[in-house]
């Protein structure tokens, strides 16, 4: 038994495990203010179908409730953070389910879901998601930024076979907020340490490349290099790139 997981653009990503497919977080574009893509984006029926959604937290680049939608229809199961479960009904879904934090279902026959702690790096609610089927487990953490929930998670949930968490330590500059100068999510180097202390046996950068709009959205530099060099003895990094899978069997 295995389970596939094949990365989509920025942060999304499509697990099959257990004879479902479920994504998390997937997109078709990135919000105007963050200027262009830059990347290439795509419809989501290019990756084929699926039997549920997760969604970290309700941002823009985090969830396309239209092309949800357009591709599904309004009745594909999707879940949210218990507190967004309102919202993301008023934008036309009606199959939400709300998760609370800790919190684990079932989709399918044998694929376990549990939301668990994730900060967010503008203080709005998000969950990371760990998925377990076919005898792997993984994590997905939206755009996290480093907290002191690692311990815990990987203590009572981990070791995790695969973590995909974001690397970009993007700083923003919004309209009406007195900038910080603070990365909003994790760094590299953060990234690879939380990776560490999950246990994971492969990490998965996602969030990077995409967005890069100084000084509204302003990516950190040389990302590819600064993982290689904080992983180094510590864990696997798999850059996958949009479109290309991982087996973990």
Known sequence: ??????????????IEAGGIAILIDPVTRIPERFGPAREPMYPLGTYGEADAILVTHLHE???????????????????????????????????????????????GDGVKITALQSVDGVGDVQVAWAVEGDERRVIHCGDTLWH??????????????????????????????????????????????????????????????????????????????????????KVIVNMLKAGESIALD
């Not at 038994?1 to 499509?14: D, K, Y």
């Not at 100068?181 to 990077?208: D, K, N």
Request: glycine share 12%; net charge negative.
């Open 61 to 107: 680049d985090h969830f396309d409730p239209q092309a949800i939608i357009e591709t599904y229809g309004a009745a594909i199961p999707v879940y949210v953070p218990s507190e967004m479960a309102e919202a993301a009904r008023a934008k036309g879904l009606t199959n939400v389910t709300g998760a609370a934090v800790g919190g684990s279902f079932e989709i």
């Open 1 to 14: 038994m295995s389970m596939n997981i094949q990365r989509l653009p920025w942060a999304g990503i499509r």
């Open 148 to 233: 002191g929930y690692w311990w815990g998670i990987a203590g009572k949930f981990g070791p995790f076979d695969a973590a995909f968490l974001p690397v970009n330590g993007a700083v923003l500059e919004l309209p009406g907020r007195l900038p910080s100068g603070q990365p909003i999510c994790l760094t590299p180097e953060q990234a690879v340490a939380a990776a560490a202390i999950l246990g994971a046996g492969v990490l998965v950068p996602i969030h990077y490349g995409a967005v890069h709009y100084p000084p509204v959205y302003t990516e950190t530099p040389d990302i590819a290099a600064r993982l290689g060099t904080a992983a180094e003895g």
